[in-house]
């Protein structure tokens, strides 16, 4: 998942392509300032944890693009800003 910011945009990659494009209904839907930074779990819905498997987690200060994603996916290369 790529979040833009910029572009208003959330972008969701599977096996490093683009899979889907969405437009949050909150622009600040990512705001860490302060909070717990939780993956595959909400503090509205505690109860409704994702049941599964996470790996290969990568958090960029900035939006990659899918150009840099694939190169994440296919080589392990991370891109350097």
Known sequence: M??????NQIKWYEDGVL???ETPL???ILDING?????GYQLATPNRGFNGY???VGI?????SASQI???FVNGIIPVP
Do not use: K, R
């Open 19 to 21: 899979y889907s494009v």
């Open 2 to 7: 790529v979040l833009d910011q910029t572009a």
């Open 26 to 28: 909150n622009a600040n």
């Open 35 to 39: 909070n717990n930074f939780n993956i």
């Open 70 to 72: 694939n190169d994440v």
């Open 54 to 56: 996470i790996d290969e």
């Open 60 to 64: 960029w200060n900035e939006a990659l």
